[in-house]
């Protein structure tokens, strides 16, 4: 039996332009290049203005702000051809604002584009270097499978008898384990030293094999070797009991071993992979006395539409018969006008959101900004900045997220300056940034032969007038990436 049941329903739902601009503004300027780039591509209706500088959008550009047309949701319109008006999307200003904007810049201020050094990759290295040893061809192709068979990190991470059963698999190359182990032995011999260990241990001592023998080498030697485990915990009295020596020879034999690369290829990878720069998305400069905030020119765009679909428009308007095609042509170029115009909307409400959202955070933070110092660092949450302009607490995360802000002091990731409140023996809301940087110079200073266990740091800062427990103590450690105490104890 069937019926029929009436049902009222609210729901909330974002238009696609909603949806386009919440994409735009978590985007950082590098990716926002990239994102306006995609977007032109696709529709033919939006240019860039050609400019030489960067144009710095400052407050005063964002007065007229209310004046932005609110999003609508148009895709399931349908809009025939003859109720399209001609005329709002044509302009009779001769002259585009675009031109009229003022670039007063040195060619200081030019966006360069940085050339990177081509390189030789790790593994091509370490092919090179098995030409300068004599090896038949079987034993060449076993020996390039195994340089395959090497991580980023410089280890094989895979025992010999899994490897042979690969080779004859994958590759129908038939050996045994001996042979592997041997041709193994010669990959050892590549540079970097320690490329091609199966494990910690045998990276360290493949390292400390390869340097001139000393009394300090030998001891560090037989060391990993015979007491790695005494050594990676620590147990320094253990070891001084084992070998009859004094602290100073196991100081010197343990200073050998620290100074060896635990990431043979990682350090290879890391000076070949092309270097990275931050490019800030505001700036805040001091000028007498006053804080003053610009947003990176690059973030600012001058887009227009383009001037070939408002002449094909005008055509249209003068033609007297107006055929199908014509009128099918006119609800494209109409669609993309609209979303040429939508996405330009967008873009400036992105530029207004990410100005007054680090304005916020400027002036909430003023006294750090005035002078650099961390501890005047404020407790400071999204909600805070939320409240203070309006918007919503996402919307600030994604300002927040992923964007730099470019300071006296350096440039600084702005999602740092949100930290939670702590109080201290005075009842005060202290940063627990400044309680981080307080517990770091604490560790720091300590007897690194007596490290400080977490339940003796929280007794310090106690006694510094901040109340922290143990286990708080320990997040924070970790979050700083302090070991235990255990582990930063030194001989």
Not at 251 to 264: C, M, Q, S, V
Not at 438 to 455: A, S, Y
């Amino acid at each position: 039996m069937l019926k029929q049941n009436l049902q009222l329903k609210l729901s909330q739902k974002l238009s696609p332009q909603q949806i386009q601009l919440m994409k735009l503004i978590q985007l950082p300027t590098q990716a926002f290049e990239q994102r306006l780039k995609e977007e032109m591509v696709e529709n033919p209706a939006l240019e860039e203005s050609s400019k030489d500088d960067e144009y710095e959008y400052e407050k005063d550009e964002f007065d007229n702000s209310d004046d932005y047309d609110d999003y609508d949701d148009h895709d399931g319109d349908h809009i025939e051809a003859d109720e399209i008006n001609i005329d709002e999307y044509l302009s009779n200003d001769e002259t585009p604002d675009y031109k009229l904007q003022a670039n007063n810049y040195s060619d200081d201020d030019e966006d360069r584009s940085m050339p990177f050094a081509a390189s030789v990759s790790f593994h091509q290295s370490l092919i090179d270097q098995l030409n300068t040893f004599i090896l038949s061809d079987s034993e060449r192709d076993i020996a390039e499978f195994l340089v395959g068979s090497i991580d980023d990190m410089g280890y094989i991470r895979r025992s010999i008898p899994d490897i042979v059963d690969d080779m004859a698999f994958t590759q129908g190359i038939y050996t045994d384990e001996k042979t592997v182990e041997h041709i193994l032995h010669i990959i050892h011999q590549l540079e970097p030293a320690g490329v091609g260990a199966r494990d910690l241990q045998e990276c360290l001592l493949l390292q400390l094999k390869s340097k001139t023998p000393t009394s300090s080498v030998e001891l560090s030697i037989d060391i990993l070797e015979n007491q790695f485990d005494a050594f990676t915990k620590k147990h320094y009295d253990k070891l001084l009991q084992k070998y009859d020596i004094t602290q100073e020879q196991l100081r010197k034999a343990i200073d050998e071993i620290e100074h060896l690369n635990p990431k043979p290829g990682g350090a290879y990878e890391s000076s070949a992979r092309a270097v990275e720069h931050v490019v800030p998305d505001f700036a805040i400069k001091i000028t007498d006395g006053e804080l003053e905030l610009t947003l990176n020119g690059r973030n600012a765009p001058e887009l227009h539409v383009s001037k070939d679909y408002q002449e094909m428009l005008q055509s249209y308007k003068d033609s007297r018969d107006k055929s199908v095609q014509q009128k099918d042509a006119v609800q494209f170029i109409k669609q993309k006008l609209d979303s040429a115009k939508w996405f330009i909307d967008a873009i400036r409400q992105r530029q207004e959101t990410l100005f007054v959202t680090m304005n916020a955070i400027m002036h909430y933070q003023q006294e750090y900004f005035l002078d650099g110092d961390e501890a005047k660092l404020k407790p400071m949450i999204l909600k805070d900045i939320a409240d203070m302009v309006g918007l919503d607490i996402s919307t600030v995360s994604r300002v927040a997220n992923s964007k730099y802000v470019e300071t006296p002091y350096g440039t600084k990731l702005i999602k740092d300056f949100f930290s939670e409140a702590m109080k201290n023996d005075q009842g005060e809301d202290v940063s627990t940034i400044e309680i981080k940087k307080i517990l770091k110079t604490v560790i720091e200073d300590e007897d690194k032969r007596k490290p400080l266990p977490d339940d003796k740091l929280a007794d310090i800062l106690k006694d510094k007038g901040y109340p922290i427990a143990r286990r708080t103590i320990a997040k924070y450690r970790e979050q700083l990436d302090i070991p235990v105490a255990r582990m930063r104890k030194k001989i």
